[in-house]
C-alpha cells in the first residue's frame, strides 16, 4: 500500500484505528479450542467484525510464537485472511533488530513471505539493522518513543547536548527512511508530547500504540498528529486488548464490534476540518 | 544449565566455541533440497559435525523466519536436535524486546515451548522487557555493546555525564539482571577493550559475536573475557559463516568440522592457566 493509498483510505473512512490482534489462550472465549486453531478464528472473528470501522490490523507475533511451531501456521493464516481486505494495512508487531544480513532475512520472512504491509523492527543496533527493511512497496515502522514504563531507562535519558536518546534517535531516522515508507512508533508520556514530535517528524506516519492509560486522549493524539503540511492525520491509533477482549462470551464479536464502533465515532466526531 | 555446569562444561572441555546456524537457502550444499526440510539436515550435519569441539549452539531465528511458515517448524526440528546434546548450551539469537506481556509470551515460545536455554534480548524499551525472560533454568543475553557498524550510532553516542550508552546499559544490567543466568552480548570495538567492559561487569557471561573482523583475536577475548575472579573462561565466541559455509561440496561436514577444530585448537593452546 502506498502513503497516498493508506491517506486516501484513512479519510475516506474518517477512522485511524488499528486493532491490535494479541490472541491470548487464557482471555480468549471458551467457545475457541485453546491451540492454534482457536487462535485463528478467533483473531478472523475480530477482523470481520471490526473491518467497517478499522484501517489497520496489527498481529502481534509474540502471542503466536507463544503457541510454539504451530504459533506461525496459525500467524501465516491470519496473514492470509487480512489478504482478503487489501484497504486495510497489515502490521507484523515484530520488533525485530540485527545487523544487515540478518535483517534481510527478517524482512524476507515477514514482509515477502508473510506478506505482511509493514514490520516493526527496533533501533538498538543501529543504521544496517534499520535500513534492510526499505522495501518496494512495503513498510517499517521504527520505535521512536515507547509508551511503558521502560521507556524513562533509556529512551529518556540525556545525552551530552542535553537532548533526549529519543530525539537522536529520531534526528537519525530523518537521514535514515523516508515518510513515504516508514512510520514511527511514538506514544506520548508525561514529559514529552506528541506536538513535539510532530515538530521534529513533520511528515512521518506516527503508530500509537494506544490511548487512554498514559497517552492522553483520541482527541489530543489526532490534533498533534495532524501532517505539518495541514493534510491529513497523520497516526495511526491503537487499541488491542478492549476491542480483542470486549467480552470473554459468545458475543465477543459483537461486543468488539461495538467497542471499534465507540472509538471510531470518537474519532469521526474530533476529525480535524 | 546451571551457571556452574556451564563453567564446568567449558572448562572439561577448553572450549568456548559457539557454532552459529545461519541456514542460508543460497550458501547451502546443493545436496540439500532448497527448503525448510533441507534447512533442518543441514543443521542437523554441522552440530553432529561439530559437536566435540563446540560447547554452545546458536540457531539465528531470522534465517528460519525467512522460510516462511515451515520456518519455525523447521526451527523447532532443530531445537529437538539440540536436546541430544544435553551438555551444549542452545541459544535461540532472536533478539526480541517488548512491553512486560509480550515480553513473557517470546519467553514462553522460545524458552518453555521450543525449550531453548537461552535467548539473546534488546534493551531500547528497557527494564519491564527484559525481566520477563528471568525464568527458572533458562537464561536471558542481553544486547550490551555490538560489533557491527551500527553499534556507532546510538551505542557508542556520549550521554550528558559523558559515558557512552552502553556504558549506561551495562549499568543498568547488573542492577536488573544476575549473572547466574544472563550473559551479555559484547562485541569489541576500535574504540572499546574487552578488558574495560570486563572490568564494569566482573562476573556476566560475554557473548562474543566473532572474532577476526573488529573483534581482536581468539587469545585476546579469552585473557580479557576470563572473570574478575580469576576462576572460568567467561565468554563464548561465536562462529557461524566460517563454520556452515567452510565447503558448500559433499564435504561440508568434515570442513565444518575442521574448521571448528582449529577454533577449538586455538582456545586450547591459550587456555589461562
Not at 523492527?121 to 518496494?136: C, N, Q, R, T
Request: net charge negative.
Amino acid at each position: 500500500m502506498t502513503r497516498a493509498e493508506l491517506i486516501k483510505n484513512i479519510e475516506n473512512k474518517k477512522s485511524v484505528l488499528c486493532v491490535g490482534l494479541d490472541p491470548d489462550l487464557t482471555k480468549m472465549p471458551s467457545l475457541f479450542p485453546s491451540n492454534s486453531n482457536g487462535v485463528v478464528e478467533f483473531c478472523k472473528g475480530i477482523i470481520d467484525a471490526t473491518a467497517d470501522y478499522a484501517v489497520a490490523y496489527k498481529p502481534n507475533l509474540a502471542f503466536f510464537e507463544s503457541l510454539g511451531e504451530s504459533g506461525w501456521e496459525a500467524l501465516a493464516k491470519v496473514a492470509d485472511h487480512l489478504k482478503d481486505y487489501p484497504q486495510h494495512f497489515s502490521i507484523a508487531d515484530a520488533k525485530r533488530g540485527d545487523i544487515g544480513n540478518t535483517a534481510k532475512m527478517y524482512a524476507e520472512g515477514i514482509l515477502v513471505k508473510l506478506g505482511f504491509d509493514s514490520i516493526t523492527v527496533a533501533p538498538y543496533m543501529g543504521k544496517d539493522s534499520i535500513e534492510p527493511f526499505s522495501i518496494l512497496g512495503k513498510w517499517g515502522i521504527a520505535l521512536g518513543l515507547t509508551s511503558n514504563p521502560g521507556a524513562q531507562d533509556f529512551q529518556m535519558k540525556k545525552m551530552e547536548d542535553d537532548r533526549y536518546l529519543y530525539e537522536h534517535v529520531l534526528d537519525a531516522y530523518k537521514e535514515w527512511i523516508s515518510p513515504e515508507n516508514w512510520m514511527i512508533v511514538v506514544g506520548a508520556t508525561r514529559e514529552v508530547s506528541m506536538r513535539k514530535i510532530r515538530h521534529q517528524l513533520p511528515e512521518y506516519f506516527f503508530l500509537v500504540p494506544g490511548v487512554g492509560h498514559q497517552g492522553g486522549t483520541i482527541k489530543h493524539v489526532m490534533d498533534s498528529g495532524v501532517f505539518t503540511s495541514g493534510i491529513g492525520v497523520g497516526v495511526l491509533i491503537n487499541a488491542s486488548r478492549s476491542i480483542c477482549y470486549a467480552s470473554s462470551d459468545k458475543n465477543y464479536a459483537s461486543a468488539a464490534a461495538k467497542e471499534a464502533s465507540r472509538l471510531h465515532e470518537e474519532m469521526k466526531y474530533y476529525w480535524p476540518q
